[in-house]
């Protein structure tokens, strides 16, 4: 077994300069195809790549993995400074890898990678807020959320973070509400013309909270969706009238099922009834919670930016 972390613990500068070769030359594996793969058809070589790469970069049995160190360091071929290249782990085409993330964004590996390029390479994470195209990494993630039911709960957890991170810059949550949709054949609840990404992230959060409170309740699924809507709330620009519509019916909602089992406790107390089901007992706060944050956030956008939303 070598020791990986050199002389005196550090990582050598030649041999993390061969894992940044290394490193480089797996990420360029996903990039090759120009386009999807034909429906039915993988790219097993790609796939392969990006698994070993994962499992090398999450390996935690050294106490620095040169792996992970190359992820959060490596640069745009075309964008690279000079003077930069001391820092620099390998240099790789960024337009090419954010294509094959999009590409394969319904894929547990590619969401797992770009949590953790999002969450190591600044360089990365600036690359993408600074796309125009951004919708074309927006949309399949949130297609995860909106179809969280067929997936399991690590990919929809995943994803969550995912959009509460990008909810975390300024730039996104302006922008989102410019970019004009064609029809999103997968969103079902309505037929929408003319909606904004925006507009589009908003009716899927809203509809991950009432899904996971009315089946899952799982605390930890509304907490963040309610805290990327709230970071995004600020920035609310020409909500659509279905969006606005739905932003006040989740508080209705939230409060007709608060005031059932809050009648329901006081029969208990008077002694109406022997007992009440136990869901209600655990679900009381959660839905105080969850009113209070969307308090919170309708009471943003009237403050922030009532006069860009009439609806």
């Known amino acids: ?36 793969p034909p429906k039915g058809k993988e790219f097993p070589l790609a796939e392969q790549s990006l698994l070993l790469f994962l499992v090398l970069t999450n390996q935690h049995a050294a106490q620095n993995n040169p792996y992970r ?11 690279q400074v000079q003077g930069q290249e001391a820092d620099v782990s390998f240099v790789i085409q960024l337009d090419q890898l954010y294509f094959g993330l ?7 590996q590619a969401v797992l990678l770009l949590y953790m390029l999002l969450h190591e390479n600044s360089g990365m994470s600036a690359f993408i807020f600074s ?14 959320l909106y179809t969280a039911e067929e997936r399991n709960s690590h990919l929809v957890y995943m994803a969550l973070i995912i959009l509460l991170m990008f909810s975390q810059d300024d730039s996104f949550n302006k922008s989102i509400h410019e970019i004009v949709l064609k029809p999103v054949t997968w969103y079902t609840e309505r037929s929408l013309s003319r909606i904004t ?12 909270i009432q899904y996971n409170i009315a089946t899952v309740r799982d ?20 909500l659509h009238q279905y969006v606005a519509q739905r932003v006040v019916s989740l508080f209705g909602l939230l409060a007709k099922k608060h005031t059932k089992m809050n009648d329901a406790m006081r029969k208990v107390t008077k002694g ?19 009113m209070r944050m969307v308090l919170e956030i309708i009471n943003s956008c009237l403050t922030h930016s009532l006069h860009l939303n009439p609806n």
């Open 102 to 108: 999009c590409s394969n964004m319904g894929q547990d």
């Open 272 to 290: 109406d009834v022997p007992d009440v089901p136990e869901e209600y007992t655990n679900d009381l706060p959660i839905v105080d919670e969850v």
């Open 131 to 144: 796309r125009s195209d951004i919708e074309n990494l927006v949309l399949p993630v949130l297609k995860l």
């Open 69 to 79: 160190s190359a992820l959060k360091h490596f640069a745009d071929l075309r964008g």
């Open 219 to 238: 605390k930890y699924l509304h907490t963040n969706c309610l805290a990327a809507l709230a970071n995004m709330s600020s920035s609310f620009q020409q």
């Open 197 to 208: 990404l925006g507009d589009l992230l908003v009716l899927v959060l809203i509809r991950t």
């Open 1 to 36: 077994s070598r020791d990986m972390s050199g002389v005196n613990g550090k990582i050598s500068g030649g041999f993390l300069s061969s894992i940044g070769s290394a490193a480089s030359s797996l990420l360029s594996m996903i990039t090759w195809s120009k386009k999807a």
